[in-house]
T-cell receptor, first 113, second 111 residues
């Protein structure tokens, strides 16, 4: 089934360690996004990419970096994890940045201790 | 930001229509209203969107008031599998068009 694959599904990470959350889509969508979801705060946009080779900051970009070397992959990196980055992370994509329909992955649950 | 207000929770009997309200009184003329839902801890799923006119698809209907300050998502025949958190979202065009998710309405469909 076409869609978005996120890995890992869940991870426990020691504070100060680095971590990369992987996201791959097979729909040839131009735009990709990373959201985090926290209880009581809904989903918040971390970073986005309009097309391969470009990235932009969302609402809560601090402590995270992304890259978009090709159309299919959009990894999210935490260079030095902190406990406040404990969250569920969702990757999403759309045909274009102004497209109406976002397809979301199943999420990656990250716990930073 | 054009913000949305939704009731935190609602119940609906199985087989009946579920009507989920949303207020977006600060919406601008060119901003769309989107509805997504999230089942358990899965990723959000797109349902429907609209600008001014009422819209219908295989999942739901969207009724937008004439002044565009509120809308209602209608699930015509709710099933147990429709139990989810439903998000009403206004796409903010002056901030790169990103989707701002609010708290949503937790819909419980009961037998």
């Amino acid at each position: 089934t076409a869609g978005i694959t996120q890995a890992p599904t869940s991870q426990i990470l020691a504070a100060g360690r680095s971590m990369t959350l992987r996201c791959t889509q097979d729909m040839r969508h131009n735009a990709m996004y990373w959201y985090r979801q926290d209880l009581g705060l809904g989903l918040r946009l971390i970073h986005y990419s309009n097309t391969a080779g470009t990235t932009g900051k969302g609402e809560v970009p601090d402590g995270y970096s992304v890259s978009r070397a090709n159309t299919d992959d959009f990894p999210l990196t935490l260079a030095s994890a902190v406990p406040s980055q404990t969250s569920v992370y969702f990757c999403a994509s759309s045909e274009g940045f102004w497209a109406n329909v976002l397809t979301f992955g199943a999420g990656s649950r990250l716990t930073v201790l | 930001d054009a913000k949305t207000t939704q009731p935190p929770s609602m119940d609906c009997a199985e087989g009946r229509a579920a009507n989920l309200p949303c207020n977006h009184s600060t919406i601008s003329g060119n901003e769309y209203v989107y509805w997504y839902r999230q089942i358990h801890s899965q990723g959000p799923q797109y349902i429907i969107h609209g600008l001014k006119n009422n819209e219908t698809n295989e999942m739901a209907s969207l009724i937008i008031t004439e002044d565009r300050k509120s809308s209602t998502l209608i699930l015509p025949h709710a099933t147990l599998r429709d139990t989810a958190v439903y998000y009403c979202i206004v796409r903010v065009l002056d901030q790169g068009g990103k989707l701002i998710f609010g708290q949503g309405t937790e819909l419980s469909v009961k037998p």
